[in-house]
């Protein structure tokens, strides 16, 4: 009932879904600069044209679309840019937990080990060696 109110909790993403997402619109923003550049380079042809054909308005225009495709392609190596900044940051987050779950569980580990040896036995174990080497002797 409380979820039909409240709504359902929202899943907590995964490290690896998030970096598979990241990779995914990393090549979605490839594909587009790839198509941003053939504009661009159809559009200097077509400006190359019109200036041979003595129309200089028609090739401003060219021109000014070119540079409005260039702006849109500097804008998408921005976005890229931040992506791998999030994956690296994101993948360095997750070689830290990975670290620190580790050594969370050595350190559990030293203190079952320190549990399960007491000093008694430690001083009763080496004074049965000393005797036994004394014994030998």
Same mark, same amino acid.
């Given at each position: 009932?409380?979820?039909?109110?409240?709504?359902?909790?929202?899943?907590?993403?995964?490290?690896?879904?998030?970096?598979?997402?990241?990779?995914?619109?990393?090549?979605?923003?490839?594909?587009?600069?790839?198509?941003?550049?053939?504009? =661009?380079?159809? *559009?200097?042809?077509? %400006?190359?044209?019109? +200036?041979?054909?003595?129309?200089?308005?028609? @090739?401003?225009?060219?021109?000014?679309?070119?540079?409005?495709?260039?702006?849109?392609?500097?804008?998408?190596?921005?976005?890229?840019?931040?992506?791998?900044?999030?994956? =690296?940051?994101? *993948?360095?987050?997750? %070689?830290?937990?990975? +670290?620190?779950?580790?050594?969370?569980?050595? @350190?559990?580990?030293?203190?079952?080990?320190?549990?399960?040896?007491?000093?008694?036995?430690?001083?009763?174990?080496?004074?049965?060696?000393?005797?036994?080497?004394?014994?030998?002797?």
């Amino acid at each position: 009932m409380f979820s039909r109110l409240f709504g359902k909790p929202k899943e907590e993403p995964s490290a690896l879904s998030t970096l598979d997402k990241l990779n995914e619109t990393l090549e979605m923003l490839e594909k587009k600069e790839k198509v941003l550049q053939k504009k =661009i380079s159809m *559009e200097i042809e077509r %400006a190359r044209e019109y +200036t041979r054909a003595k129309n200089k308005r028609a @090739a401003i225009q060219c021109l000014k679309r070119k540079r409005l495709y260039e702006s849109q392609v500097e804008q998408l190596g921005n976005f890229q840019l931040r992506i791998h900044d999030q994956m =690296i940051l994101l *993948e360095g987050a997750k %070689a830290t937990t990975e +670290t620190v779950d580790a050594l969370r569980s050595g @350190a559990t580990a030293m203190k079952a080990i320190q549990k399960a040896t007491r000093i008694d036995d430690v001083d009763k174990t080496m004074d049965e060696i000393n005797e036994q080497t004394e014994n030998m002797k």
